[in-house]
């Protein structure tokens, strides 16, 4: 039976603009990404997976999607780079609200 796992990234970006005498604190975005991931290791696989994956069981709901971890996802609902990571996405649309050229 598959498992669904929530998996939150929280992110800030700050804006400092030089200043003759310094650095002065200017626009400021934060947000959260939310992602629903199904994931599902069978009894006959979870010794193969855990021996491929060793850090799994630091993870989220022991769910890691890089590399083996892969064979046994099976959605997304949301983000992916926020459920491997940093979520690129979210934050490229966010450092363009800022001024930023990407």
């Given at each position: 039976?598959?498992?669904y796992y929530e998996v939150v990234t929280a992110c800030c970006l700050d804006k400092f603009?030089?200043?003759n005498d310094g650095w002065q604190r200017g626009e400021h975005e934060q947000w959260l990404v939310s992602s629903m991931v199904e994931f599902y290791v069978?009894?006959?696989s979870?010794?193969?997976y855990l021996a491929a994956m060793p850090?799994?069981?630091q993870a989220s709901g022991a769910a890691m999607v890089?590399?083996?971890g892969l064979r046994f996802l099976k959605s997304i609902q949301g983000s992916y780079s926020a459920v491997i990571g940093l979520p690129l996405y979210e934050l490229c649309h966010n450092l363009r609200k800022l001024g930023?050229?990407?």
């Open positions: 039976q598959s498992r603009y030089r200043r069978d009894d006959a979870i010794e193969s850090m799994a069981l890089e590399d083996n930023f050229k990407l």
